[in-house]
């Protein structure tokens, strides 16, 4: 972050928070493969920075919003967001810094059930006041009634139609999408509040061992989705499951419906980085369709 980036940031934030302060260290630091991030501090005071183009503040619009709903939902710790805004040809997002741990005794069980407490907190619909990212794909949310009709036409779809744009092709991906109703028959989700990309990269426990949860794609969906996800990647330790079993059950056929809503990640995956998640999404769809 050069000079004077730090000095208006600087200004921003004091105007922000309604107290002076001043950048004596900026400290580059991990934030994803998306941004630059780093911790600015003085007086006492830090705060975890996220900078990108100017064109990428909507992204940090949608992250801030979902942050906001993740907090006032007062379940599970997320960092609170102070604010985002342009700086010339500079976007930025600030948050509360926190400082990392490790989980201690019973700190993943502790996630599972305040993940589940989150889901518990429902909408109207499927969907979100707005669309948002999940990574550095858009993500449609327009919203819907119908569970499947909403996985259709605001996760699926999409997906398939930015392969297309990327040279790709799917065998069967129509198929898959008529199919759908048919696969997800007598499932009935509530809309849940959702993290929306949950993965052990978006989780972790601060000093005092309380659980915590970052980079939110949040809207309204099938709680099983944010499951789903979770064991994609090797997944959470298995105390994290038990706990969220225990504290809210998982209705029958997930194991099946887990493989159907991973689709839409391996399908930005494969959208985002090619290689083999393209192999991937097409043998998930040969086994809906075969």
């Known amino acids: 972050m050069d000079s004077e980036l730090q000095s208006q940031l600087a200004a921003w934030l004091s105007e922000r928070t309604q107290s002076p302060f001043r950048i004596e260290r900026a400290t580059a630091a991990q934030g994803g493969c998306i941004h630059q991030a780093c911790v600015v501090e003085g007086g006492g005071r830090s705060y975890f920075v996220k900078v990108n183009a100017a064109a990428k503040l909507d992204v940090f619009e949608a992250e ?18 102070i604010g985002c805004g342009q700086i010339g040809k500079k976007s930025f ?14 700190g993943w069980a502790a996630m599972g059930r305040q993940l589940a407490a989150l889901h518990r907190h429902t909408g109207e619909a499927f969907g979100w ?23 259709r036409a605001q996760r699926l779809e999409p997906q398939f139609a930015m392969a297309r744009a990327n040279g790709m092709r799917f065998a069967n991906d129509d198929r898959l999408l008529d199919a759908l109703p048919a696969l997800l028959d007598g499932h009935r989700p509530e809309p849940s509040l959702l993290h929306g990309d949950l993965w052990s990269g978006n989780a ?5 061992g309380r659980p915590v949860i970052y980079d939110p794609a949040c809207h309204h969906g099938d709680r099983e989705t944010d499951l789903a996800f979770s064991e994609f990647f090797g997944g959470f330790p298995a105390d994290f499951y038990a706990a969220y079993e225990a504290a809210w059950p998982l209705p029958k056929g997930y194991a099946r419906r887990k493989a159907l809503y991973n689709l839409y990640h391996v399908l930005n995956h494969a959208n985002l980085f090619g290689g083999g998640y393209a ?12």
């Open 204 to 208: 972790g426990f601060l000093e005092d």
């Open 279 to 290: 192999h991937q999404a097409q043998r998930m769809i040969d086994a809906f369709t075969g």
């Open 129 to 151: 006041a707005r669309d948002n990212y999940i990574g550095a794909s858009p993500q449609a949310n327009a919203r819907s009634d119908d569970w499947a009709a909403f996985f």
């Open 93 to 106: 997002l600030a948050m509360e810094r926190l400082r990392f741990g490790s989980p201690g005794s019973g």
């Open 64 to 81: 801030a919003d979902a942050l906001d709903a993740i907090a006032q939902a007062d379940t599970i710790r997320c960092p609170r967001p």
